[in-house]
Nanobody, 124 residues
Framework: QVQLRESGGGLVQAGGSLRLSCVASGRTSSSYVMAWFRQAPGKEREFVARITRYGINTNYADSVKGRFTISRDNAKNTAYLQMNSLKPEDTAVYYC?????????????????WGQGTQVTVSS
């Protein structure tokens, strides 16, 4: 079992930056693919970014490519999402997720564990 806890959300003006953190407890987080998803009001949860177990490969949704960076520090059991050049359309609850399978991609069903989410609000 893995428990995930996100932090770092908040209110920021358009063009600003935020850094989200996701701390994993339980089994060693390096065993899992880690990802970030987000859910805006009235919309379905969507994929944002993923990182493989040792950080070798990363993938991003087209909407955040070039602005967001996912990273991880397995020694700290923590994954990060650095968000730059934020836009109002980035406003959402951001969720951290962990997958046991190494082939986990951008589908919600690939992920076994989820955090409670952290709110990010970008004002125009």
């Amino acid at each position: 079992q893995v428990q995930l806890r996100e932090s770092g959300g908040g209110l920021v003006q358009a063009g600003g930056s935020l850094r989200l953190s996701c701390v994993a407890s339980g089994r060693t987080s390096s065993s899992y693919v880690m990802a970030w998803f987000r859910q805006a009001p009235g919309k379905e949860r969507e994929f944002v970014a993923r990182i493989t177990r040792y950080g070798i490969n990363t993938n991003y949704a087209d909407s955040v490519k070039g602005r967001f960076t996912i990273s991880r520090d397995n020694a700290k059991n923590t994954a990060y999402l650095q968000m730059n050049s934020l836009k109002p359309e980035d406003t959402a609850v951001y969720y951290c997720a962990a997958a046991r399978t190494v082939i986990a991609g951008g589908a919600l069903r690939d992920y076994d564990y989820w955090g409670q989410g952290t709110q990010v609000t970008v004002s125009s």
